[in-house]
């Protein structure tokens, strides 16, 4: 099990070879996995590893692997590529010699370091977890998280072992509220799957997380409360009553207040004590709220009202309005850019019916800048009646090196660099195919990010699932089946 898991960080922080997370959660700390330990009594020299080959993946194309027919049964004819040795009669497996020409053919089939690359990982892959388009010998992992399959990643990648020793250890999860149903996914991105549901809260909208992570609060829209939920039971500790029917929330960098956005007119942000677990007070501000924010400094909160086309900047300290700007469009999601000091610089903000973003710099308290997304790719977002939104879910990379905004027209999401705003690329989204129609698009609705800055995360509303893109190459590396309409996403970070 243990084993599994490392593995899986291997092929998940791939790149990530200095990262903290490399070590990967608390749960995967104590024991040596026997993998690695295989790999580490061999000698590195840079070379994949003939030892490990031998005794983790060659068992694999011996081995009967269930509704699949054996690599072993097709792989020994001659004709083929990646070759492997005739067992000698009455021998179940192959000597040492047979192992050495089967490693010699193996590696003609892999880059060394690099499973994305390695023909040995991708022909037998499932197109549709990124394998190559077809393999006669069929589907053989059905994704990248197959046993099999990551042991043999963990091989390629053999090269970079023994570098995550000393690394802190962390652990993240990102959470998943499914908007139109009543759970939250916990997703472990080491995995890419969900290792936690939590129940029994209906429309369930935003997501914060107390920082020692012992509690998440969450916006109920069914009920009109905040429901703060014990992290690792699910249990629903209290349900605190707010004053009409919530949207998104933020919690202050303490963790002493969170603030719910309140969906009702004039607007107001509920304030909820931690300690008391109380209402406390509800802050005035420009319009029914839509998303709030806590700004990365702590020092303010933003709320965007779709109604008064505004977005309002809270003091946290007087816990007043100290400034506000105005739209000609209704305010949707927002993404904060830094100052090297870690103040605001600049917000993003998404408007209703505009493919793109304005630009609000900070000290100005003004819009600066309104960017337009690119119009290919297109022809998505009008059979699902998602024009007047077409692009919801903005978000800057921890590392503040770039910015993911989410396009429902494009069906995509797109890569800006920053401070320059320059288009880097695009990552497609999953499509929709209703039966006897032409395809449709996932209709993306949040993003998020790993601490690291690699994987960037996508809810999928129409697809019911969340996309994950390596931020480096553009490419989906996974897909999360989740719940109905998955909107917020939210990484929980425990150092
Ligand atoms: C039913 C027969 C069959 C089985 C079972 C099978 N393969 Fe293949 N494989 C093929 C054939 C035929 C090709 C040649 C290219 C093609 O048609 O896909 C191929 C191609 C490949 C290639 C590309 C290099 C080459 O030799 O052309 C790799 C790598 C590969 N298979 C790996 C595997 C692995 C790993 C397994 C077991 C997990 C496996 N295959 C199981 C038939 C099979």
Redesign the pocket.
């Known amino acids: 099990m243990t084993g599994t898991k490392r593995a899986t960080l291997l092929l998940v922080f791939c790149a990530a070879t200095t990262s903290s997370l490399y070590s990967g959660t608390k749960e995967l700390g104590t024991t040596a996995p026997q993998a690695e330990q295989a790999a580490s009594s061999s000698t590195q020299t840079g070379a994949l590893s003939f030892e490990f080959f031998k005794t983790k993946v060659q068992p ?2 011996l081995k009967n ?1 269930a509704e ?8 020994v ?1 001659s ?5 492997l040795e005739l067992l000698s009669p009455g021998s179940t497996d192959w000597s040492d010699e047979q192992s050495q020409r089967n490693f010699q053919s ?1 590696l ?2 892999v880059v060394p370091g690099d499973p994305a690359s ?7 892959l499932s197109p549709e977890a990124g394998g ?1 388009p ?5 589907r ?2 059905a994704s990248q998280n197959d046993p ?1 399959w990551l042991v ?1 990643a963990e091989w390629v990648r053999g090269v970079r072992m023994g570098i995550s020793e000393s690394a802190p250890q962390t652990l993240t999860r990102v959470y998943v509220t499914n908007s139109a149903s009543d759970t939250i996914d916990v997703i472990d991105p080491a995995t890419n799957r969900v290792v936690q549901v939590i129940h029994g809260i209906e429309l369930p909208h935003g997501i914060a997380f107390s920082p020692d992570g012992a509690r998440i609060y969450v916006s109920n829209e069914a009920e009109n409360v905040l429901d703060v939920v014990d992290r690792k039971s699910g249990e629903i500790l209290k349900r605190v009553a707010l004053s009409d029917r919530p949207n998104n929330l933020a919690i202050t960098k303490d963790g002493s207040q969170v603030l719910v956005g309140i969906r009702a007119q004039p607007g107001v942000l509920d304030v909820i004590d931690t300690t008391s677990l109380q209402k406390v007070k509800s802050i005035p501000v420009d319009g029914a709220v839509h998303n709030v924010y806590v700004t990365p400094d702590g020092k303010y909160a933003v709320s965007g009202s779709i109604e008064n086309k505004a977005a309002t900047v809270i003091d946290l300290q007087s816990q007043q309005m100290a400034w506000e700007v105005k739209f000609n469009r209704p305010v949707r999601p927002m993404a904060f850019e830094t100052n090297p000091d870690g103040s605001t610089r600049r917000i993003f903000v998404q408007l209703s019916a505009f493919h793109g973003f304005a630009v609000v710099d900070f000290a100005k308290r003004a819009e600066v800048a309104r960017i337009k997304l690119p119009d290919q790719p297109g022809g998505f977002g009008i059979a699902e009646a998602r024009g007047g939104v077409p692009s919801h879910g903005i978000g800057v990379t921890p590392d503040g090196k770039s910015l993911w905004v989410n396009s429902t027209l494009s069906n995509a999401v797109f890569k800006y660099s920053l401070p320059d705003l320059k288009l880097i690329g695009h990552a497609a989204l999953p499509e929709v195919h209703p039966l006897g129609h032409a395809p449709t698009g996932a209709v993306p609705e949040w993003i998020a990010f790993t601490p690291d800055s690699k994987l960037v995360y996508v809810s999928d509303s129409a697809a019911r699932l969340v996309s994950v893109i390596d931020a480096q190459t553009l490419k989906e590396v996974a897909r999360i089946p989740v719940g109905e309409v998955p909107k917020r996403i939210k990484t929980l970070v425990l150092r």
């Not at 390695?118 to 037998?124: D, F, G, I, T």
């Not at 077809?134 to 069929?138: A, M, V």
Request: glycine share 8%; aromatic share 14%; hydrophobic share 40%.
């Open positions: 694999i194309f692997r699949h027919a054996r690599c072993y049964g097709c792989h004819l004709n083929r590529i990646f070759r193996a003609e089939v390695s023909k040995l990982l991708l022909h037998p190559d077809f393999h006669s010998g069929g053989q992992f099999d043999i």
